[in-house]
């Protein structure tokens, strides 16, 4: 079918951390990719995107990179920091049905202690 | 900064009453979704319009759930009768011209049915 897969949290680092989270998509055909975040009571926010194979998307010193032959869009920051503490939605576009809506992932939480 | 706006940020009712949930996407945007989030389920699309025109609805129970955009920078969200399990809180997102995918969300609308 089509489908996200995200790990399941939640994802506890201590402050400068490298962080890895999952992520791997099943689709017919090249989807768009993205990662959301969802601050503590607010609603999600776009964070980074990438439309094509190999294309890298960053933002706030998150990156992910697109990749077909794994089928996977796995987020990275090298060192993160208390206020990265969220949850982070994986999501992909759909292109059959609903052409224009978005396919997202279960989300990961993610707690960054001092 | 223009935002995507929800109204009310919070409602608590008894089972059986109507809840209308409102929200003003960006202007200019011409796709809104809305959403449901649970710990359980996570993020359930349940509506998507563009244009104003329903696209797909397929995700919202239809026996007690209508969505409505009675003009371009109001979409609406019924719930009538309400019961405890629509607990949830409700997100409204919307969608710029070309790039739908991208998808700007409002605060949300935490609902809590006694």
């Known amino acids: 079918g089509n489908s996200v897969t995200q790990m399941e949290g939640p994802v506890t680092l201590s402050e400068e951390a490298f962080l890895t989270i999952n992520c791997t998509y099943t689709?017919?055909?090249?989807?768009?990719l993205f990662w959301y975040v969802q601050y503590p009571g607010e609603g999600l926010q776009l964070l980074l995107k990438?439309?094509?194979?190999?294309d890298k998307g960053s933002n706030k010193g998150f990156e992910a990179t697109y990749r077909k032959e794994t089928t996977s869009f796995h987020l990275e920051k090298g060192s993160v920091q208390v206020s990265d503490s969220a949850v982070y939605f994986c999501?992909?576009?759909?292109?059959?049905?609903?052409?224009?809506?978005?396919?997202f992932g279960k989300g990961t939480k993610l707690s960054v202690k001092p | 900064d223009a935002r995507v706006t929800q109204t009310p940020r919070h409602k608590v009712t008894e089972m059986g009453q109507e809840v209308t949930m409102r929200c003003q996407p960006i202007?200019?945007?011409?796709?809104v979704f809305w959403y449901r989030q649970t710990m359980m389920q996570g993020l359930e699309l349940l509506a998507y319009?563009?244009?104003?025109?329903?696209?797909?609805d397929s995700g919202m129970p239809k026996d007690r759930f209508s969505a409505e955009m009675p003009d371009a920078t109001l979409a609406t969200l019924k719930i009538q009768p309400s019961e405890p399990r629509d607990s949830a809180v409700y997100f409204c997102?919307?969608?710029?011209?070309?790039?739908?995918?991208?998808?700007?969300f409002g605060p949300g609308t935490r609902l809590l049915v006694l």
């Open positions: 689709a017919t055909g090249y989807p768009s």
């Open positions: 202007l200019g945007h011409n796709t």
């Open positions: 999501a992909r576009s759909n292109y059959g049905g609903s052409q224009g809506n978005l396919i």
């Open positions: 997102a919307s969608g710029f011209p070309g790039t739908e995918e991208t998808q700007y």
């Open positions: 990438a439309t094509k194979a190999d």
């Open positions: 319009f563009r244009n104003r025109a329903p696209l797909d």
